[in-house]
């Protein structure tokens, strides 16, 4: 039978997929009455540029804790939990937003807020499917989870923007509320019988067995070079990719219509459509080598912004350029946490997981620095140029590692 029906009869996963919709279009009415409400308040993109920074303060903080708890602790009570502040904290948005309150400090509070009880709730997330799914299936689970988010984020604008024509826009945040509501039903029912059987009896939590649990999972990554190069090679990327795609893209943009926004929505949403196209391909797709997945990912991405490095002077190039280093975007995240699942030892997969998003926020932040004092100061074809070179490069170096590691294995294996 095939596996992706498989799925969808295992009711656990059901429900977890079920939160995870309702969630992803809560978080888009959010997103979009966000960035609307406080453009009209401040008039001010540096404003709106600072909105990511309390998130990935609040992950570089709380992911690591986030991480021990979800292998100490039942990883359906944390993501209950952690739906429930969200709760609150989308209330508060809008109530900030009903009366009229434009205080820019309030707001990015609330932004951390929220990426403290994300760091809590993802590596629960990624522990829990670890629990409901047999690891064979692990794959096309995770890749169904990333289908949906992608089509929702695609799909979601546009109905959002006809809601926010009739009612006041503070409505959408107790829309997102509304969700997270949902979200807590189907998660509240959801049944991890086996890992909440076997965390029941933790001990309580000092800082000194934050500090041991947090050594256990870095010296486990150690051992596993497979692992360590799997999270080193799918995060480097990130060095280029986000300064190309928040400050190369809108440039791009400009420079292809002079200022006309609807091209640089035009460019997101094939970027976008090109997600989406990955992420269908990667739900029916097998394979064990997860790093080399995650260099074809790259490839895709350095061959993508090759081609925008053109765009400015042949405009359909740039449209394609964007969906090809789309396609590769979920090449690169779904084998990523599927080997974490599969190959990290059940009492550190939290912890791996949340290692693996502290290398992320890492390399983001240090592009989007990059970004403000050097490379976003670059014209927009030689950011894509040598942002394409510098993944070709990477990706190469990764193919050698991995053509090498696969002998080695061979070898052994013939021994």
């Not at 959801?190 to 001990?203: E, P, Y």
């Not at 002079?258 to 949403?269: K, V, W």
């Not at 997981?353 to 490379?375: Q, V």
Request: hydrophobic share 55%; net charge positive; with cysteine.
């Amino acid at each position: 039978m095939d596996s992706s029906s498989v799925l969808w009869k295992n009711r656990s996963f059901l429900k977890l997929w079920l939160a995870q919709l309702t969630a992803n279009v809560g978080d888009q009415c959010y997103s979009f009455a966000l960035l609307w409400y406080l453009l009209q308040a401040t008039k001010s993109g540096t404003a709106l540029s600072l909105l990511a920074i309390p998130e990935m303060v609040a992950g570089l903080l709380f992911y690591l804790i986030g991480g021990v708890l979800a292998d100490r602790y039942s990883p359906r009570l944390l993501m209950v939990g952690a739906d429930v502040a969200r709760i609150f904290v989308a209330i508060g948005v809008g109530i900030m937003a009903a009366m009229g309150i434009e205080q820019f400090a309030f707001f990015l509070v609330a932004q951390f807020l929220l990426g403290l009880f994300s760091s809590l709730f993802q590596p629960a997330r990624t522990v829990a499917l670890k629990s409901v799914v047999s690891v064979e299936q692990l794959g096309r689970a995770n890749a169904i989870l990333d289908t949906t988010f992608r089509t929702v984020r695609i799909a979601a604008p546009l109905t959002i923007g006809l809601i926010a024509a009739a009612v006041p826009l503070s409505t959408l945040f107790f829309v997102n509320a509304a969700s997270y509501m949902l979200s807590v039903v189907f998660l509240y029912t959801l049944r991890v019988s086996l890992h909440d059987q076997a965390t029941a009896s933790a001990a309580k939590m000092t800082p000194g067995q934050y500090v041991r649990d947090i050594a256990e999972g870095v010296r486990e990554l150690r051992k596993s070079r497979l692992l360590l190069l799997v999270l080193l090679f799918s995060n480097m990327g990130f060095l280029v990719w986000q300064v190309c795609y928040s400050v190369g893209f809108p440039f791009l943009a400009e420079r292809i219509q002079q200022g006309d926004g609807s091209t640089l929505a035009m460019l997101m949403g094939f970027y976008g459509v090109g997600n989406l196209l990955g992420s269908l391909y990667m739900s029916r797709a097998y394979y064990t080598r997860y790093l080399l997945v995650i260099l074809i990912g790259w490839t895709l991405q350095a061959g993508g912004f090759l081609l925008l490095a053109t765009g400015g002077t042949v405009h359909w190039l740039a449209f394609l350029g964007a969906a090809v280093a789309g396609v590769g975007g979920p090449f690169i995240g779904i084998p990523t946490v599927t080997a974490i699942q599969i190959k990290a030892a059940s009492s550190s997969t939290g912890k791996i997981f949340a290692i693996n998003m502290l290398i992320f926020t890492f390399f983001s932040m240090l592009s989007s620095s990059l970004g403000a004092i050097w490379l976003g100061s670059w014209p927009v074809e030689q950011l894509f140029f040598i942002s394409g070179l510098f993944l070709a490069a990477m990706s190469a170096t990764g193919f050698f590692i991995d053509q090498r590691n696969s002998r080695q294995q061979h070898q052994s294996a013939s021994v």
